[in-house]
């Protein structure tokens, strides 16, 4: 036979935490009203955030800027893995056309060399197009 503890003794933290928190809530008010400051921080704070915000690098322009570099490193990874891609296929197609007994990697690598040199292709053009044509490369 097990005896469970009355409702009242079993929530009693419960019922200590909600006291307490809204003992808290209560003096908050009353703290912060007997708080002395300076009437113009607000003023000094907002002159200080306008002379950050003023001086800061987070401006259209750097977005722009910041926003075409990337554009460029992610062109040139995407053509470097595009040549990495075919130049595999090309290997693997060559050992394959050397091999009687390869025939069945000669279809793939295949594939492979036509999506790599796609995307070499292609990411060489978009390259060129966003950098030159554009004027952002000069």
């Known amino acids: 036979m ?6 009242q003794v079993k929530d009693m933290q419960y ?9 808290s ?7 912060a009203q007997t708080t002395t400051g300076d009437p113009t921080a607000p003023l000094d704070i907002l002159k200080t955030a306008r002379q950050k915000a003023s001086n800061s690098a987070l401006n259209a322009s750097s977005i722009a800027t910041g926003g075409n570099n990337a554009g460029i490193v992610f062109t040139i990874l995407f053509a470097v893995v595009g040549i ?10 060559y050992k394959s056309s050397q091999d009687d007994n ?18 070499t292709i292609l990411g060489v053009i978009i390259g060129v197009i966003t950098t030159y044509m ?3 490369g000069t």
């Open 2 to 7: 097990t005896m469970e503890a009355p409702v």
């Open 15 to 23: 019922r200590v935490l909600a006291s307490v928190t809204m003992f």
């Open 25 to 31: 809530l209560g003096i908050l008010p009353a703290w």
């Open 84 to 93: 990495a891609l075919a130049g595999i296929s090309g290997v693997k197609l």
């Open 102 to 119: 390869a025939r069945e990697d000669a279809g793939r690598s295949l594939v492979g060399l036509v999506v790599g040199s796609g995307i």
């Open 134 to 136: 554009t004027g952002s």
